[in-house]
């Protein structure tokens, strides 16, 4: 909800539209109280396959809510035909200005990305991007273009491939198949340092605040920030670690995140359990039995949630399929 007002203070014509991975909207979620919010719609109404069930089930939670980004872009794209430009932002942003620079390249560029790092030298977070992606897709902008199309077309289905935290595979979730893109796809990458100021930003971007209390990043004004990590403390980490002489704005500036959060009951939403957690007994589907049923890749209509033996059952009779998948447990 923080995100939704940001949003809509600075740019208050955009449509702003929640995708939830849950099998219905929470009632906390009044879009009568939060009118900020123009819809709220659910993956199993998009997501293109034979069961939404034996799909979901293969994901953590945040695997979920990655995989299903590719197809939420193409269902937007589609339904929204008056629309020329789609942004997508993770809930942990916060909007500060308009996005001027933006709205400009994408009347030249259909797809721009922005990258973890700007500058080199940070070599402990050159080596997390290798690991990680080259570009944070917390955000995404593009353009109604039929190179979008062919994108939109390709990511969906290698995020339906493989949308998984699996880095030893080379893959983490759906930001290391961003990667290829530039030399698939015509992308621009917006190097601006207003647009996703974030805990990896902070060894080659400075804030800092004018007289009128606007805050910009090395001088150019910040567009949104990406409060990545903030709730286990990432962020008051990296400050200490890579911003220390500037460390009394970001904690102000943090703070003033934190009370937005509070005030837009983020707590609240944070104590809602995730449908697709636990099995129809209430029992937490572990992460193994996850593993097992995405190795079997196997879509027959059952329902995986009905049974916390079931993905289990399956794979004893594939013991080729149980050694792959203990050994990606393992690794």
Same mark, same amino acid.
Request: charged share 20%; net charge negative; aromatic share 16%.
């Given at each position: 909800m923080n995100l939704a007002t940001s949003l809509k203070q600075v740019m208050p014509k955009s449509i702003f539209i929640i995708a939830l991975v849950e099998e219905e909207v929470p009632v906390e979620l009044d879009l009568d109280k939060y009118k900020a919010v123009d819809q709220v719609i659910l993956a199993k109404n998009f997501i293109e396959t034979g069961s939404f069930n034996s799909w979901v089930f293969r994901y953590s939670v945040v695997e979920a809510s990655t995989a299903i980004k590719g197809q939420l872009l193409s269902y937007l794209y589609q339904r929204f035909v008056e629309s020329d430009q789609f942004i997508y932002l993770d809930p942990d942003t916060f909007v500060y200005s308009r996005f001027d620079e933006l709205f400009d390249e994408l009347q030249n560029t259909p797809?721009?990305?922005t990258p973890h790092l700007g500058e080199p030298g940070n070599l402990e977070m050159e080596i997390s991007s290798l690991k990680h992606g080259v570009f944070n897709l917390g955000f995404l902008a593009l353009a109604r273009d039929v190179e979008t199309e062919k994108f939109l077309a390709w990511w969906s289905d290698r995020l339906d491939f493989a949308c998984y #935290?699996?880095?030893?595979?080379g893959i983490f979730t759906d930001q290391k198949w961003i990667n290829l893109a530039p030399g698939f796809f015509s992308v621009r990458v917006l190097r601006h340092p207003g647009y996703n100021f974030a805990t990896w930003s902070l060894m080659d971007r400075k804030l800092s605040i004018n007289k009128v209390g606007k805050y910009h990043v090395n001088d150019e004004p910040l567009?949104?920030?990406?409060?990545s990590g903030f709730d286990n403390g990432t962020f008051h980490v990296c400050v200490e670690r890579w911003a220390k002489e500037n460390? #009394?704005?970001l904690l102000q500036f943090a703070e003033e995140y934190r009370l937005g959060c509070i005030n837009h009951q983020a707590e609240l939403f944070k104590k809602i359990p995730w449908?697709?957690?636990t099995y129809e007994s209430g029992k937490v589907v572990s992460r193994w039995a996850r593993i097992l049923w995405r190795e079997i890749r196997r879509d027959d209509g059952r329902d995986p949630f009905k049974s916390s033996d079931l993905a289990l059952s399956y794979v004893a009779f594939h013991p080729s399929r149980l050694r792959a998948a203990l050994h990606k447990l393992l690794s």
């Open positions: 797809i721009v990305v #935290e699996d880095i030893p595979n567009r949104f920030t990406h409060f460390s #009394e704005l449908s697709y957690g």
